[in-house]
């Protein structure tokens, strides 16, 4: 890979199919994108074009982008959000992270919760973990039956589609870090006072599951990457080659998209502001 690859490059690096093995797939990628200060400066201007694009959005608000972020503990999906939409205001912005479910979203279907949450035209909408939860963390631990969690698989590509079909386009990154730099962040987080707020003792006992995780990810990338919403698999050991990944593709989305100001049906110079 040359040091400057187009964004169509980078996200042909990335994307994966149904025949994905995980642990082949490298956490760091040195190879895209190896040089830090031109992918910082890459970020910053991509961070600035979608910041055009999403106020476009916003005015013509006949489609939405929903950006989906997955990954094991520490792997960086608020990092990537700070960054990547750094410059993006607030207006037309809507991050929903998604946690264990309450008493009222468990009394509905899965999906319930997530349908909500979809953004509405002419937003970005960010999903900070997801529907996917409910084939992995559910998964790994029998938190549904199996037949039910085997079904979910279809019935996620199903409503995807249905998005898809509805003008919402659907983005999926999966945040891939390694064991070892788990471990790292995990420890930073034990020794740095200002990191101290994020501990979480039961990430521990998830990292005791790494295997199972991996296995429920690999199943996951496999039997819901489709046409209309392929997962991309973002190596994420290093954080600024991730953000810089990302805002890649969530720039060439939205270009592609290419939203516009609505015309209006007067002139301007048939007004005068006294
Ligand atoms: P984060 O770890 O993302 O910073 P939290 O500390 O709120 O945020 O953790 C979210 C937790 O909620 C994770 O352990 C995740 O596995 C869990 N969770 C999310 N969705 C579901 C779900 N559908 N069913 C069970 N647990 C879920």
Do not use: C
């Amino acid at each position: 890979m040359n040091d400057k690859p187009s964004a169509t490059d980078i996200d042909a690096a990335i994307a994966v199919g149904a025949k994905v093995k995980l642990a082949t797939l490298d956490t760091r990628r040195d190879d895209l994108l190896p040089d830090r200060k031109k992918a910082e400066k890459q970020l910053a201007e991509d961070a600035a074009v979608i910041n055009t694009l999403q106020d476009r959005l916003f005015a013509e608000r006949t489609r939405a982008l929903l950006v989906v972020l997955q990954g094991i503990d520490t792997s960086g999906k608020d990092g990537t959000v700070r960054a990547v939409f750094n410059e993006t205001g607030p207006l037309g912005v809507v991050v929903t992270p998604f946690g264990r479910p309450t008493e009222e979203e468990l009394a509905h279907d899965y999906l319930w919760r997530v349908h909500r949450a979809v953004p509405r035209k002419g937003f970005i909408g960010i999903f900070n973990r997801s529907h996917y939860e409910d084939v992995l963390v559910a998964k790994v631990r029998n938190l549904a039956p199996a037949d039910a969690i085997e079904r979910r698989y279809g019935e996620i590509v199903a409503f995807e589609q249905h998005l898809v079909n509805n003008g919402v386009t659907v983005l999926k990154f999966m945040l891939h870090i390694s064991r070892d730099e788990q471990k790292k962040r995990l420890q930073d987080r034990l020794d740095d006072p200002a990191k101290r707020w994020k501990w979480n003792a039961s990430d521990l006992e998830d990292r005791k599951l790494w295997d199972d995780y991996q296995a429920a990810y690999e199943k996951m990338l496999r039997k819901t990457s489709s046409a209309h919403a392929p997962w991309r698999v973002v190596p994420a050991d290093r954080k600024w080659r991730r953000n810089a990944i990302i805002a890649s593709v969530v720039r060439a989305t939205l270009e592609a998209m290419n939203p516009q100001y609505p015309p209006v049906s007067w002139k301007p110079e048939e007004f005068v502001i006294e």
